[in-house]
């Protein structure tokens, strides 16, 4: 077996480490640690199942395919729903935790979307109190002030 490099995925070919894909996350002069990512059948699973093999024992593992290519349409679709649901959720937590920060930036925002009518300024302004209200929202949604 040629030298891995991380990210590389290896199969053991001779039964000293349990069956499927193994991803390298780490290596040294002596060792190289793997995780578990792909079950038998070559499938992706999550394990965090973690090994650390002597390199003279890479003899009994042979390259293998990334098992994240081999996802149907449907996991795919279900994995980017429940990444999307748990990043919504998490911002809107964030954002609930910093009322006074949430509330300002929301007031940029709300101001600058809508108050070109009631406010004698120029349009410039509106734009740029959008942005900075926006950018405040994703700062404080991604937990900058926590």
Known sequence: MADPTVYDH???????APAGIYR????????????????PDGHRINTGQVHRVDRDVLE??????NPDGNRSGEAALTGAAE???WSVHAFGRQLVRQPLL?????????VGSVG??????????FDVLVVV?????ALVGGGRFS
């Open 10 to 16: 290896l199969r053991p070919t001779d039964g000293e």
């Open 24 to 39: 390298v996350v780490g290596t040294d002069s002596e060792t190289v640690t793997l995780l578990r990512v792909g079950g």
């Open 60 to 65: 009994g593992f042979a390259p293998a395919e």
């Open 83 to 85: 990444v999307l649901y």
């Open 102 to 110: 949430t509330t300002a930036a929301l007031a940029l925002v709300v």
């Open 116 to 125: 070109e009518p009631f406010v004698n300024a120029p349009e410039a302004l």
């Open 133 to 137: 209200g926006a950018l405040g929202l």
